[in-house]
């Protein structure tokens, strides 16, 4: 089935996984044959694990887990280093929850293991250093030397999710599961040990699931409760605002699938601009200091990259906005520069100049 079919299929019938050709085809499978395909390898002993991102899906999850409803062993948010500070409240609003109903499952805190900083350390390196792992899903313009014509030139591929969120979840998880055993994180699993992740994509976001097989970890599985469940986005918000729970959309602040009015999926760049007026100036920072860095030449990257899917400045894109706060914030952000310019020095240049 194409994908084009499919999107026609999933929202013409009452939604059902198993129909789809991600499932059809074994892309993945559900968590009891997730299971059972770990007990025939002899992992017996397996631990579920929620990757919490602290937004409107996630979070239905962890609900599902404190009512008894689904179970984990862990629940694991890794920080990404841009999220903006309203998902970091709901994070603590979750870990509140959790103590008040007594659910003591553990709740993990994690980061990118060498980048600590995540994507924001990330953006500085490659800006500041001879860095060149671009990993975040720009939209990108490529210029036609002949006739000096700009055009779109697609986008760059999501790797932020896999490296700032997805794979620090399983090396925390591996970690804690190595220690309750006395083992060291440097040494081998248990050959009795998997791990089923779930990730709380929804049934309307089934393109982005790739596999249920982890590539780092052959022990590690993924799956797709939400999916299974049949549930799409708008049903979780829906559970979420039934029940009163926190409703914003977890991402970056600098996350380039943010939109605006028109096109509105709860991930805007309205709501950074109200809620985190410096968060969107870092934005506007990072999105202008990409671009002269790509214009340098020194970037593997050929494509002239942008944060704004107009691909136009957003600093031009958010015209009067901009202006009214570039001065107001003008110190902080300054600042901010100098911080990172400090740590990348620091932690960095050292390498390089190694
Ligand atoms: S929210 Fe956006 S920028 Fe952040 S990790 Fe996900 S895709 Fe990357």
Known sequence: MSDQVEQMTMFDEAPDFRLTSRYRSGVFRTRAELAEGLRQEGRDEIYHVLSFGGGTQSSHLLEQHFRGEIHYDYIVFSDTGAEPEFIHEQVKWWQRRQQEIGNKTPFIITRHSNMSGGLEEMLMRWI?????RFQMPVYCSSLDRKTGEIKPAGMMPRQCTVDFKIIPVKQAV???VLQKHGLKSNQKMPA????????????DEIRRINTDQSPQFQYIRLAYPLVEENLTTADSIHFLEVNQFPTRRSRCYLCPFNCDGDRDIGMDWDEIIEAEPLSFLKACWFDAELRRVQLGGTKIMNSIPYLHYSRRPLAEVYSIEYERLKDTYASKLKEWVNKWQEVIEEKWMKEIAA
């Not at 500041?128 to 060149?132: A, H």
């Not at 009795?192 to 049934?203: K, L, T």
């Open 128 to 132: 500041l250093t001879d860095y060149q």
């Open 174 to 176: 591996r970690r804690a």
């Open 192 to 203: 009795n040990v998997g791990f089923i992740i779930d990730i709380g994509f929804s049934y």
